[in-house]
């Protein structure tokens, strides 16, 4: 009987194992292709624009999307390192030279779900110009498929001043949080970038006011 | 050229359907400066999506232009293109930004013209700068700008491990050479 009982033991613990280990080998698994993308948008990052490099190290809310555990080990890295940290959507990683001059304002800056965001740009004359929002969740203003349909995506052409203004509403489906505008623009056969910030509103109406301070840095 | 690009731009107004990889025209004389525009549609055709890496084509669906090539004005009237992409994501997420560089080949009235492209995609749209028209073997100055819509067709690729699949696009948009 003891023998027995050590026997169903031993089994049961064996079971419990086998059942941990494919999960435990997924989330590893994972976790190492969430970091491993981190890691090669950071680098890039960091060897692009300072607007970028600013937020290279937020991968919370985006490995948290992804379900992985890594979101968590983001997290507390974040907690305890000793850059200050703003979550917010991942930099761009553009693999072009961005030599066109452009800038950009939103407004409003803090902006509640339904809220208008209107975007006014400066750049060349005749420039083209394409741009999308991209929120707290990584999710793009677009439309499904491509993006999540929580509005600002759209084209154009700058007039003869080197201005293009563009709006768009924030849906209702919006995450809150931080968020800024990848915006494109295309000259004479070459390239120029800005990434203007803005917020959505949490339940109380606040929005991460570092953020927002971080672009007029 | 101001007044193509108005037009090129109430083109695009009026016409939603229309689309552009790339458009120029040309001129005829060695590194003479070349003016042009064109709408062009093409589908595009991508072996995998998304994707680090990869090359792909599009194919005529419809173009439209005008430029000169050299003293002849020369009609753009189709579009095909080749080009190495790259369409990184991140788990769970579908890709922002896309970007691709390669060449498009204008059937016109004059003879076929080469432009060598780079595209942006943010979403559903894209920005296209243009360099390098080439006609008739000869390369001539001038670089240009347009946007373009970029609608992907159904089924389309995650990012998830194993993920990626071939992807169908319509692409359409419009461009400009500016003479320099």
């Known amino acids: 009987m003891r023998l027995s009982a050590t026997a169903t033991r031993i089994c049961v613990l064996l079971v419990a194992l086998s059942a941990c280990a494919p999960s435990v080998g997924a989330s590893q698994s994972g976790a190492t292709v969430a970091d491993e993308q981190s890691t090669s948008q950071g680098t890039a990052a960091e060897t692009s624009t300072d607007q970028q490099s600013s937020s290279v190290l937020d991968t919370t809310e985006s490995a948290a999307a992804a379900g992985t555990d890594s979101a968590g080990d983001a997290k507390s890295k974040g907690e305890t390192g000793d850059m200050p940290r703003v979550k917010g959507p991942r930099p761009a990683d553009l693999p072009f030279d961005l030599p066109v001059a452009v800038s950009s304002e939103l407004s409003p800056l803090c902006a509640e779900r339904g809220d208008e965001i209107t975007m006014e740009v400066t750049t060349e004359p005749g420039a083209a110009i394409g741009y999308q929002a991209v929120y707290s969740d990584n999710g793009g203003g677009g439309a499904v498929p491509m993006g999540e349909g ?19 509403i924030v849906g209702l489906n919006a995450p809150s949080g931080p968020a800024r505008v990848d915006l494109v623009v295309g000259y004479e056969g070459e390239f ?13 109406g606040n929005c991460p006011e570092e953020w927002l301070a971080e672009k007029e840095n | 050229m101001k007044k193509i690009m108005t037009l090129l731009a109430a083109t695009a107004l009026v016409g939603s359907a229309l689309f552009a990889t790339a458009g120029a025209a040309t001129a005829s004389e060695d590194g003479s400066p070349a003016v042009g525009a ?33 003293t002849t004005p020369a009609t753009i009237t189709s579009v095909n293109a080749s080009f190495d992409y790259s369409e990184p994501c991140f788990l769970g997420e579908p890709p922002l930004l896309g970007n691709a560089s ?57 990012c998830a491990p194993g993920g990626s699949i071939p992807l169908t696009a319509q692409v359409a948009g419009v461009a400009a050479t500016a003479g320099l």
């Open chain 1, 150 to 168: 929580y509005g600002g995506n759209d084209r154009g052409y700058a007039d003869d001043d080197g201005a293009f203004t563009s709006s768009w």
């Open chain 2, 38 to 70: 064109a709408i062009i549609a093409c589908q595009a055709h991508l072996p995998a999506w998304p994707t680090a890496g990869s090359s792909g084509t599009c194919t005529n669906t419809a173009a439209a232009g005008v430029g000169l090539h050299g």
């Open chain 2, 102 to 158: 390669g060449t498009a080949t204008l059937g016109s009235s004059a003879g076929p013209i080469s432009v060598s492209f780079d595209w942006v995609r943010v979403g559903l749209t894209a920005v296209v700068v243009t360099s390098g028209p080439n006609a008739g073997g000869h390369d001539h100055g001038g670089a240009g700008a347009g946007v373009a819509a970029f609608a992907p067709l159904p089924p389309l690729g995650t």
């Open chain 1, 192 to 204: 120029g970038y800005d990434d203007p910030h803005f917020a959505v509103a949490d339940a109380d």
